[in-house]
């Protein structure tokens, strides 16, 4: 009767052995690197350790699984044995019914919903055992491991690479799941995640195109460029001669008051081209991150940008830049925007030229931004047309009224949320 219980206890001990297995496979592969890496770096050791383990992978999820097949085969011999000699061939059969549910139950279900539920804090106290798993295994995992490479070559399979964009879209679902969770708010997801869109956002993406750009005629008196410059919200506009996309310069209101100080506030003793910068003109594929650096570089605010033929196309601001990290920047010379006004129906009013991803923010939807930078250009890409004014269309689960236009130019449409249409009639 004492081999029994002893048999029953070591029975037992494998059932919690296969636990603990469950529970270090779980949490170890469920942690968190990101969490994992930062509290190594403040000191932690049982996070050091997760890392370790987590650079191995591959020989980790090997010893787990090797120890977890081990102790399960263990305790179902044994079980099986012990009921064999007590009920001869039934034996076999309650084995498998009595063993099942605990195994599961308490070798698989029960840690795995723990591991799960704690992953960061299991992970760490796991750690340490893992490693002296890993050591003690370690000639039959050298040889298990040889099989799977080995296999895994023939297959044309490669080991596992985390790369950059896996650990991007690891940073992006954090962030999803944190906002989806109301762990974080809408306005610090949008902040976070427009720093990871700046090496997907090029110049052309948020420049201020040349149709829009404020510049000024190296050919007007000094008065006229000077009273120019005080009617305008901007601190550095560009200079054109003979025609507007001939920009030989860019006027810094500072340098312009400097100039009149030196000339004792005389308008007219002024020379505009001795004051000018000379302009720095960037390419419109560059993309908003590599446009950052450059502007640090460079200790530069401004640069104008041109296509590939040498053509302008915009200009852009450091401004710009951080403006798709924080959103609308807003001091008191500039004149406030307003290009989109929310309805009392659900839909907004909103002007063409508002960038698709400006109305994204404001009103949290996903329309794509893919082949068109403005609202007006999605409308024209999408219906395949310049529409006229009461023309709508419907594409993206949106429709859009077109308001105003101006020759080939769509000035303001509506747009309206079909699902929210569909739920009032």
Known sequence: ???????????????????????????????????MANLEKEGDAKAARVNKLLEERAEMIGVILLGSNLVTIGASAIATAILSQQYGAAGAALSTAILTPLLLIFGEVLPKSMAINGADDIAREVAWPGQIMIRVLAPFMFLLTGVVAFLMRIMGIKGEVYT????????????????????????????????????????????????????????????EIINQILASSHSRIPVYEGDQENIIGVLHTKDLL???????????????????????????????????????????????????????????????????IVGEIVDEHDIAKQGIRPQH????????????????????????DDDAVTVAGLVIHEAQTIPSPGQSFSFHGFRFLVLRKARNQILALRITREEVSESKE
Do not use: C
Not at 18 to 35: D, G, I, P, V, Y
Not at 179 to 192: N, W
Not at 259 to 278: E, P, R, S, T
């Open 345 to 368: 129906d659900g839909s907004i009013n909103v002007d063409g030229w508002v960038p698709i991803r400006d109305v994204n923010r404001h009103m949290d939807w996903e329309l794509p």
């Open 164 to 223: 950059t964009e896996q650990a991007l879209a690891e940073i992006r679902g954090s962030l999803e799941l944190g906002r989806q969770s109301g762990h974080l708010e809408k306005s610090d997801h949008d902040r976070l995640g427009g720093i990871l869109d700046l090496k997907e956002l090029d110049v052309s993406d948020i420049m201020v195109h040349r149709k829009s750009m404020k510049t000024l005629d190296i050919a007007n008196p000094p008065r």
């Open 258 to 324: 400097k100039a009149l100080a030196d000339n004792n506030g005389d308008f007219d003793a002024i020379d505009i081209a001795n004051i000018m910068k000379a302009p720095w003109f960037v390419p419109d594929t560059a993309t908003l991150k590599e446009q950052l650096e450059a502007f640090l570089k460079q200790r530069n605010h401004f640069a104008l940008v041109v296509d590939e033929y040498g053509v302008l196309q915009g200009l852009v601001t450091l401004e710009d830049v951080l403006e798709e």
């Open 1 to 35: 009767m004492d081999a029994i219980f002893l048999t029953i206890a070591i029975v037992f001990v494998l059932i919690g052995l296969n636990a603990f297995f469950s529970l270090a496979e779980t949490a170890l592969t469920a942690t968190s690197r990101a969490k």
